[in-house]
């Protein structure tokens, strides 16, 4: 069902689900290029990506942004570490018991990652808690998630008409708690896989409360193409280059 959900984000033209430059954790294939042994370098780097995050949260307060910059950098080490002492071979080959399909690689990195020590989140969102306000906390797992949490949401506001306020209120629960769930990873494509979990979550709600997920979907996409075709047919044509 989600890959209805990302055509229809390519429809809406509101953005790739790929990460900005500016803001993408690092990937495993730059990290797989990266010496082992560099790690001087991977903590510089996240270094200069917590003091980026912290200086657009413009705290105006020197002592504040150095702490709230030390704990958004040791969450950036910490889950770095983890993850690549972690391969998903940690975890045996096997079905996904809710599905009966063979776990893919994803879902058993997935499963090795989340098995970290809980204090490593916990560190992160005490330290941010301790510092700033629920907003600024929000502003941090926004950058370090690339706004997935508001570019889903309008995803479900275009394909959903007259989502109700129950509904809205419902998705966006579920976006913020994967949202927060998904600090824990270190690269996009594992951030994403963290979103299809709660993206599948809002699907299911709305096909048990009166919607129609699939119908919606493809209402939404005729009407985009619709448009589309009107637009070409009512397009100027350019001159034809008069005759020699």
């Known amino acids: 069902m989600n890959k209805h959900f990302k055509a229809a984000a390519l429809v ?3 953005g790739s ?10 990937t495993s294939a730059t990290v797989e290029a990266a010496p082992s042994n560099d790690a001087k370098a991977a903590d510089q780097e996240a270094a200069k990506k917590a003091a980026e ?10 002592k ?24 998903y071979t940690e975890t045996p080959a096997g079905i996904n018991p809710a599905t009966g399909q063979p776990l893919s690689t ?36 926004d950058k370090y998630t690339i ?32 949202r927060e769930q998904a600090v824990d990873f270190k690269n996009m494509k594992e951030i994403s896989a963290v979103f299809e979990i709660y993206k599948t979550k809002n699907e299911e709600y709305l096909n048990t409360h009166g ?9 939404y996409v005729d009407g985009v193409n619709a448009k589309k075709a009107a637009d070409k047919a009512n397009a100027p044509t350019a001159p034809k280059p008069a005759a020699q």
């Open 12 to 14: 809406l033209g509101l």
């Open 53 to 62: 995050w912290v200086a657009a949260l413009q705290l105006r307060d020197a």
């Open 147 to 178: 706004g997935k949490v508001a570019f889903t949401l309008n995803g479900y506001k275009a394909i959903v008409p007259n989502l109700t306020p129950t509904e809205e209120a419902l998705i966006l629960k579920n976006l913020k708690q994967a």
């Open 211 to 219: 919607r129609n997920w699939r119908e919606l979907f493809k209402a």
């Open 106 to 141: 994803m879902d058993r990195q997935l499963i090795a990652v989340s098995a970290m020590p809980k204090a490593i989140h916990e560190n992160l969102m005490s330290g941010l808690r301790q510092q700033m306000t629920p907003e600024q906390v929000e502003a941090v797992l």
């Open 17 to 26: 689900w790929a990460a900005p430059a500016a803001y993408c954790q690092t």
């Open 64 to 87: 504040k942004e150095a702490v709230v910059q030390q704990v958004i950098a040791a969450h950036l080490r910490a889950i770095r570490d983890y993850h690549n002492a972690h391969p």
